[in-house]
Structures are given as structure tokens and as C-alpha cells.
T-cell receptor, first 114, second 113 residues
Framework: AQSVTQPDIHITVSEGASLELRCNYS??????LFWYVQSPGQGLQLLLK??????LVQGIKGFEAEFKRSQSSFNLRKPSVHWSDAAEYFC????????????FGTGTRLQVFP | DAGVIQSPRHEVTEMGQEVTLRCKPI?????LFWYRQTMMRGLELLIY????????DSGMPEDRFSAKMPNASFSTLKIQPSEPRDSAVYFC???????????FGPGTRLLVL
């Protein structure tokens, strides 16, 4: 069955430090890949997505993610974290056949210290 | 575009009462999703509509939950009777045209006393 794993439940970084959030998926073909961010009390907002082409994708708020087929991974990175980046981050996988359904990971909560 | 609209934003009710949550998807989107989010269970897909037809309702917890989509611009999620364990944030999301990206509403925070 298709699945998404975010191995880190909670990550704490200092403001200005670099960030990498991990995401691994299980699916036989190349999936559609997404990262969403949820600030406290808010809905989920799309950060970036990968459908095909260049495996390094840029998103909003200075985030980027790299699709690595050999590792079944789609890790999210940011070179310098800001205090406003504190939020919960969800990786999601969309299946390639005729469905709009997404499989979400369990999320990673990011805490940023000044 | 106004995005996905959900109402009410907050609902406090007593156990046993009927609760109706409402969602207006983005115009032109033909897929609509209802999710529930809790600390214990995370984000759960409850039901997925495509072209107003329920495609996957395997996540609906039990018969107390029902969802309808009478037309392309409106959906409801009803809980009858409500129980304290139904307390959660309920999100509606929509997508369409093959874009795959789901756009989420702001959620309805439900508290059942």
C-alpha cells in the first residue's frame, strides 16, 4: 500500500540555522509530491510540489525540496530559518492514476529558537 | 478567488446535538475532501467527492457521520448525535482540472461538551 513517512515528529533549530525535513514514500511509480505548512490555528498551505522535470523544486518562503528517486525521498530544505517558520510541515503523495486523493505524512513540528 | 470557504469557524455544542459543517469549494474544482485533525490521530481523510459523487468514504468513523454534496459549490458534513470524542478541527479541501494540488479551507474547530 502507498505510504508516506516523516521520521521526525519534532525538530528544534536556532534562528538562522539551516533546516532539512525528511520525507520518504512508498509507491511503485513516480508520484506527485507535495509539502504543505500549517501555522497554529490555520489550514494547510502549499509550500511546493513536484510533478516531473527538474528534481530540485523551489517553493514559497525560501523553501526548496529535492526528489531523489533512488531513495524514494522528497526532503524539504531551507538555508536559513526565520522565527516565523515555526509551524507543522506535512509531506504528501498523490498517486499517478486517476484520483485526486493525497496520502499525507504524520507531520513534523518545527520549533525555532531565537 | 476567495479560496475554500468553511462555516462555522468555531462550534461549541453539547453531547447528543446535531452538528452541521459547511464547505464551499473553489469555483471550477470538481473534487472535494473532508478531513479531521486531532492531536491523537493527526490528519485523517473522512470522505472524498468527485463531480458531487462520493468516491471514497472509508474514513467516515461511523454511522453518526454523513456527508453530502448536492451541487458543485456546496458540501455538508453532519454529525448526529455528536459525542465528545468528535471534538477536532474539520478541514475541507478542493482540487480539480488535474492539478492534483489540494487547497484547504481555514477549518471548523468543533468542541462537543
Amino acid at each position: 500500500a502507498q505510504s508516506v513517512t516523516q521520521p521526525d515528529i519534532h525538530i528544534t533549530v536556532s534562528e538562522g540555522a539551516s533546516l532539512e525535513l525528511r520525507c520518504n514514500y512508498s509507491y511503485g511509480a513516480t508520484p506527485y509530491l507535495f509539502w504543505y505548512v500549517q501555522s497554529p490555528g490555520q489550514g494547510l498551505q502549499l509550500l511546493l510540489k513536484y510533478f516531473s522535470g527538474d528534481t530540485l523544486v523551489q517553493g514559497i518562503k525560501g523553501f526548496e525540496a529535492e526528489f531523489k528517486r533512488s531513495q524514494s525521498s522528497f526532503n524539504l530544505r531551507k538555508p536559513s530559518v526565520h522565527w516565523s517558520d515555526a509551524a507543522e510541515y506535512f509531506c504528501a503523495v498523490g498517486l499517478s492514476y486517476n484520483t485526486d486523493k493525497l496520502i499525507f505524512g504524520t507531520g513534523t513540528r518545527l520549533q525555532v529558537f531565537p | 478567488d476567495a479560496g475554500v470557504i468553511q462555516s462555522p469557524r468555531h462550534e461549541v455544542t453539547e453531547m447528543g446535538q446535531e452538528v452541521t459543517l459547511r464547505c464551499k469549494p473553489i469555483s471550477g474544482h470538481n473534487s472535494l475532501f473532508w478531513y479531521r485533525q486531532t492531536m491523537m490521530r493527526g490528519l485523517e481523510l473522512l470522505i472524498y467527492f468527485n463531480n458531487n459523487v462520493p468516491i471514497d468514504d472509508s474514513g467516515m468513523p461511523e454511522d453518526r457521520f454523513s456527508a453530502k454534496m448536492p451541487n458543485a459549490s456546496f458540501s455538508t458534513l453532519k454529525i448526529q448525535p455528536s459525542e465528545p470524542r468528535d471534538s477536532a478541527v474539520y478541514f475541507c479541501a478542493s482540487t480539480g482540472g488535474g492539478i492534483k494540488t489540494q487547497y484547504f479551507g481555514p477549518g471548523t474547530r468543533l468542541l462537543v461538551l
